[in-house]
């Protein structure tokens, strides 16, 4: 018998009123995405979503992982008759070692079986304390809890995945994510991206000062992301010719603002280029002497859309857990340098104020050397 996998989505798509059948079709076609090249068959009935697939743990896996997926339910489906039950609960009961403590807990949606959900868990009891020696009833506080459904058919819940939750990816709007190889840009993209905002990436490469290994790096953590968004566009504007000026005509303590001002330039350009509505960064505040309050607010003067930080207000720490569960801090902390590290001024400035940055960049065609940066950048779709 083929097994079947129960969906659940987040109750934030259930509250859509109107819009829901937009999210849930979104999100349809997204499981759909993951399950390319799977044999299943996914069945709508109304609120209840499930699979039937020979491959069930492996297709429950892929599902829980869908943007907007809150549970995901491996069950078995069996006659509704109390023995047919009772022989699967015995399989899954003895899969426990002995001494395990146990509950049957009964959902009775077809309201013509002949007991009520109470009786029916009672006699499944009975038949499991009947049939197996060393496991106990605890219906306070059980060790294991036995989930059964009875339909015309009966299901019986054998093992339940969290999902990933959020929103379905693409269902959001879009955003522009300045993707460096570090730890928490991957972590800022995968969050909007949770969200159900369409993700791209920009990453800023300073040949030669940056190698090819630090570029490989980033293409590593986008096609991370990829795994959870489907696909996934890097845009890559050399910022070389851009460094060089800064470096040469401004002052060397403002090197760094100046810098995060380009990037954010481009980031804009780029999303105005490929009709992005926003732009995203991995800044937390207070982090470094570029993510003070005072230069988050000199950044974004340039700025032409909403700029979104979705870690502004984490701590490291709290950043790097993500990062383990979303698997990119391996990648990220490998040592290939950034294009920030290598220009830093000794003593940048924490408190830039935006009238004297604008008059020390005012010496640059700044015009000219975005569009140049943009025009000539690479475009890879992962
Ligand atoms: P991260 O771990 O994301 O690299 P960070 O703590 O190293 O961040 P910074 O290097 O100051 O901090 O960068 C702040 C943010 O600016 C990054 O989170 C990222 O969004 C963006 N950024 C920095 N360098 C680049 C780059 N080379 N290309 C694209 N975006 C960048
Ligand atoms: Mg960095």
């Known amino acids: 018998m083929s097994e079947r996998i129960l969906i659940k989505y987040a109750p934030e798509i259930f509250l859509k009123g109107l819009n829901r059948k937009i999210f849930e079709d979104r999100l349809m076609a997204n499981i759909r995405g993951v399950l390319d090249g799977e044999d299943y068959k996914l069945i709508r009935d109304q609120l209840r979503w499930f699979i039937e697939t020979e491959a069930g743990e492996r297709v429950a896996q892929k599902v829980a992982k869908v943007f907007g997926v809150m549970e995901v339910d491996l069950v078995e ?17 003895t899969s426990y070692p002995k001494g395990t403590t146990f509950k049957v807990v009964t959902n009775r949606a077809n309201k013509k ?3 009520n959900s109470m009786e029916i868990s009672r006699e499944l009891g009975g038949i499991l304390l009947n049939s197996t020696e060393g496991y106990s009833v605890d219906v306070r506080d059980p060790q294991v809890t036995l989930k059964v459904e009875i339909r015309s058919k009966a299901y019986i819940y054998k093992k339940k995945l969290e999902g990933a939750k959020g929103m379905p990816y693409g269902s959001n709007g879009s955003t522009m994510l300045m993707l460096s190889g570090g730890i928490d840009s991957p972590v800022a993209g995968y969050l909007m991206a949770r969200r159900g905002v369409q993700v791209t990436g920009i990453y800023y490469h300073s040949h030669p000062y940056t190698s090819e290994r630090a570029k490989d790096k980033v293409k590593e953590l986008a096609s991370i992301l990829k795994a959870s968004t489907g696909k996934f566009r890097l845009i890559i504007p050399s910022f070389t010719q851009i460094q060089m000026e800064i470096i040469e005509k401004c002052p060397e303590d403002e090197l760094t603002i100046i810098m995060r001002r380009f990037m954010m330039r481009l980031a804009c350009a780029a999303a105005a280029k490929y009709k992005i509505h926003s732009v995203t960064t991995g800044e937390s505040v207070g982090q470094v002497a570029s993510q003070t309050m005072e230069s988050l607010v000199v950044s974004d003067a ?5 700029v979104f930080r979705p870690l502004v207000a984490m701590d490291k720490t709290d950043i790097m857990d993500i990062a383990h569960s979303i698997g990119t801090y391996e990648t990220s902390i490998l040592p290939y340098e950034d294009c920030c590290t290598i220009f830093v001024p000794k003593h940048p400035k924490t408190k830039p104020r935006l009238a004297e940055i604008e008059a020390h960049e005012a010496v640059l065609d700044i015009e000219a050397l975005v569009r140049t940066s943009l025009d000539q950048a690479e475009v890879i779709d992962l």
């Open 113 to 115: 079986f002949p007991l």
């Open 77 to 93: 489906e069996t006659d509704a008759n109390l023995d047919r039950i009772g022989d699967h609960l015995i399989q899954i009961l």
């Open 302 to 306: 340039v700025a032409d859309r909403p």
